[in-house]
């Protein structure tokens, strides 16, 4: 028998009994700042590939989620700071070990910018306005203006929603402390989840049955990059040290062994998967069914990784 | 100049002193703590062996806390001490999160907190307040870049350990057992 006790009676919130400092708020935003970043990302694409007015949901519609996801993830993080008023303390300095910073002024970025491609569409959104007259001729110029530049704004997009998708993965997996996280695989399986989520918002979003297809097949591929980035994320886990096989079983036959299995692999990964290759075969699928499920599966996975990673520990 | 804590686990009665002494000094709120005692037990009855340690902020010369601070409110003061500068820390709590001797908590006004070193007392010279109240004299404070300290001569002559080692911090409070 081994057994390690706090005799002094310590009791500190959201560190006793074991570590609960993020809760919702975190889990949200990680995941409203993927959804924003594959929204983006596909939407700088089809731009940069000429192909905007074949594929006008994905960088029109699907568009106006970044920016209010966006908001809502960043006021989630405000709200979760305790010591907000000093918040501002994150844009007078730049941090190159600590991906939190790379995240503060990444989202300086893309969010201004995401308001930006936004913007560029109000003539389009709002075609009987006058855009001649008053205030909407300025409006109306800084549009033309924002419409000139587009391929320069996604340019800039492509790099930056990457960044945006993985870094939210790296930030998780720098923690050693948290052995469930730390593995290098969650990166990029943060940014395929993003990817995954921002195309099922956009099959939601789509204006066209050709470009419900395209993002379906895109969503498909994601799906089983991200089931092999899971099961590899396992394997590996399994293949480490005490402390991470210690962690793997809370996915394993522990506490969050259901919600991950049902909720996340089989809801959220592998049933949309299948419903979408029947679609594509030539069954009557409605798209929203799958696209709603990867929705559903992208939040519960990061509420699932954000409460379990907080109970692994080191053991000594 | 590298400072750093011995604690004599074999002289360790658990008596908490330290606790409380650090809670007076640093005007810890209420229900808070900086450090604690931990026992741990092996074996099985007849054969059992305890160990006490009095556990706090390890002050790691590689500490993942001031790694990942996004504002630079961790940092590390001279002598390897590291602290926070309450009026840098937003509140995030990554350096929590990041802690795996989960030495770090939220204070009630917001920033994050932990043991010192009680630096406060350690650039005038004194020892921090639980190595100076120990009862059994099981602590020991000093500069282990320092040949002649009282530490660096325990550290060279008894068997130590660190808590976690594998974690890759390179902790600096040393428990002689």
Redesign the interface.
Known sequence: MKEELIISGRNLPHIDPHLNLWHWPISLYLFLGGLAAGILFFAAIIVLFNKEEKYLGSVKWATLVPPVALVIGLGALLFDLSHVLYSWRLYVTFRIDSPMSWGAWTLMLVTPLSFLWSISYFKEYFPNWNWQKGFLSYAGSLIDFLNEYKKVMAWILLPSTIILGIYTGILLSAFNARPLWNNSILGPLFLTSGLSTGAAAIILMAKSHTERRLFSLIDLVLIGIELFLITHMIFGMQAGSQVQIEASHLILGGEFTIMFWIFVVILGLAFPAMLEIFELIGFKVPAVAPAILVLIGGIVFRFVMVEAGQITRYLY | MRYAMAIDTKKCV?C?DC?VACQTENNVPV???RD?????????YPNLEIE?RSERCNHCENA?CV???????SQIAEGGIVFVEH????????C???????A???HP????DKCTFCMHRVTEGKDPACVAVCPTKCMYFGDIDDPNSEISKMLATRKQKT??P???TDPHIFYLT
């Open positions: 658990g908490a606790v229900g808070y703590c604690w005692i931990t026992e741990t037990v092996d074996g099985s006490l993942p790694r990942c601070c996004p504002t630079g409110a009026d840098e820390c937003i509140g995030c709590g990554a929590i999160e990041s802690c795996p001797y989960e770090r908590y939220v006004d917001g920033y994050v808590l976690a594998e974690a890759g």
